[in-house]
């Protein structure tokens, strides 16, 4: 299986806030999980990624947890701006392939 | 160090015309990927190609749709007979070296296709 789940589809945070997106994979042959951000009519920009064995990745305020077991991993963006406002899209592959992504999930920070 | 290159970023046709799509990636990077996003939608793999080889097309229609990465040049992605249901955001990705332990790939900009 391929697929790669994403929740929520859309996310509302007040300024300062936690921003926190899931997502679930099914194929253990993955062993590299990278997060895209995407602002209107622009590509999707690499932001952060993490391989399976290491459970957690920082850069700034962007940290992934990493699940190996449960199949899970997630992005959590810390004092979350407006600047911030943005779809992320979780991904997942393993050597030479393309990614798989996730349906993307649309991120309203409130000032 | 210029980064993925798109072109053009948008592209009108009729239905029943060509669509050529043209990609070049990122300096000293071989490796391109081709991506479709659908209004309100995630990405989907579409192809992967190296230098004068296909090495993945499991995400491409059967027909209509062909792509390229010739020794000299961008990779080209070409749609033959556009429909309506052909409109979607386009976007090439490249990479270094996929099996290596860098993985990142990197998206250019996008070709907004739109058919009437």
């Known amino acids: 299986q391929q697929q790669v789940k994403q929740s929520p589809q859309s996310l509302i945070v007040q300024k300062g806030g936690i921003s926190i997106i899931n997502c679930a994979y099914e194929?253990?042959?993955?062993?590299?999980f990278p997060w895209y951000q995407q602002f209107p009519g622009k590509g999707p920009a690499l932001l952060i990624a993490?391989?399976?064995?290491?459970s957690e990745k920082k850069e700034g305020r962007f940290t992934i947890s990493f699940n190996k077991s449960a199949k899970q991993f997630s992005l959590h963006i810390m004092d979350s701006q407006p600047g911030d406002s943005a779809t992320y899209f979780c991904?997942?592959?393993?050597?030479?392939?393309?990614?798989?992504f996730g349906g993307g999930t649309r991120l309203m920070v409130k000032p | 160090n210029a980064g993925v290159m798109q072109n053009p970023r948008h592209l009108v046709r009729r239905r029943g015309q060509e669509a050529r799509l043209r990609c070049s990636p990122m300096?000293?990077?071989?490796?391109v990927y081709w991506y479709r996003q659908l209004p309100e939608e995630g990405l989907k793999f579409m192809v992967y190609?190296?230098?004068?080889?296909?090495?993945?097309e499991s995400g491409m229609p059967k027909e209509r749709f062909s792509a390229e990465f010739p020794k000299e040049g961008p990779s080209i992605l070409r749609i033959q007979q556009v429909v309506r249901g052909d409109s979607a955001a386009y976007f090439c990705?490249?990479?270094?070296?996929?099996?290596?332990?860098?993985?990142?790939?990197?998206f250019g900009p996008g070709t907004r296709l739109t058919v009437t």
């Open positions: 190609l190296q230098k004068e080889n296909i090495i993945d």
């Open positions: 991904a997942a592959t393993n050597a030479g392939n393309m990614l798989t």
């Open positions: 993490i391989r399976p064995d290491v």
């Open positions: 300096k000293g990077h071989s490796h």
């Open positions: 194929n253990t042959a993955f062993d590299y």
């Open positions: 990705a490249s990479s270094p070296n996929p099996a290596g332990a860098s993985r990142e790939q990197y």
